[in-house]
């Protein structure tokens, strides 16, 4: 069942990095039935007001990407709430999807739930074949339930309503762009943009920077989204890996970063502090079978983010 172009697709998490390309990718492919909700005027977590919701709209689509994210830190200090507020929603909007008879929702797992160890790059069947990294296990643990929800959904009630797909770590514009909460990407153009302007000679940042992790844009995973759903019918009731299959290093991604944003000071890498995983890398060979692939270099990415953030007075979302 394809989406047709007046079919109603609702984007849950619009105003996020992902859910905000989500919007521009359907409107750039001709979708015009797109419903959103702020968070204030719908909770998701509250079941309720989302059995309303989809009784009285009839989506026909979800994508939903409404969820608690954040960095690792974020993660290991709000482990419950982390854990909670997923849960929650992806239970809340799961029910309510199946009741109400969506014809497919995508849901966004990630890749911490993969084990720490995982050979690289990581394939699909690897999902719970050993123990999940300390510090996001929390976070992981209800992006777990989420997937196997789908898998569980579909079996129960014979269909292929749900999609799961894991994308690796997202940049673009509507991302947070703050020192602390922020993903390694956005830190760091926030880091490098500040120091040009405030004339610092020089930024200190964490660990070698050997660690190589796969970025992808948000632009990239939203089509590849959309293109899942087109393509339902070639899908097996699993997850798949959504990647670029190219992984870069932290002290690369830093130097590309310090160029673009015009910091012109030193880097010094601080070898006292943890690295964590050498590599993050997605074996997304299975999705990229069914025809699909990612776009977005990571240079021209930065570069859209880049004017993005200048375009929002430095990124408006903390
Ligand atoms: N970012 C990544 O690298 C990455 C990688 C893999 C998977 N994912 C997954 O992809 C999804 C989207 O991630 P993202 O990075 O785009 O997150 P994000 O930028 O933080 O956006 C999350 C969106 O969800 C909304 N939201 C949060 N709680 C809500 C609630 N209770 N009711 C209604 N709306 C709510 C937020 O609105 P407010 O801001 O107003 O609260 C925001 O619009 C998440 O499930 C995440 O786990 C992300």
Redesign the pocket.
Known sequence: MKILKNSKIFV????????SALVRKLKEQGFQNIVTR???E????DRLAVNLFFEEEGPEYVF???????NISLCATFPATFLH??IA?QDTVFEAANQFGVKHLVY????CTYPKHSPQPIREEYFLTGGIEETSEAYASA?IAGILACKAYNRQYRTNRFIAL?????YGP???FSVENS?VFSALMRRFYDARRSGQKEVVLWGTGNPRREFIF?EDVAEASIFAVQHAEELENHHYNIGTGVDISIRELATLIAAETQYGGEIRWDTSRPDGPMQKLLDSSKFLSLGWKPSTLIEKGLELTYRWFLDHEAGE?K
């Open positions: 849950a998490g619009h105003t996020g990095l992902l859910g702020g968070h204030k719908l909770d998701l977590k939903l990407a409404a969820g608690k994210a954040g507020e997923n929603i966004y797992g990630s890749s992006k894991i994308p690796n770590t997202l509507n991302d947070r993903h948000s979302r």
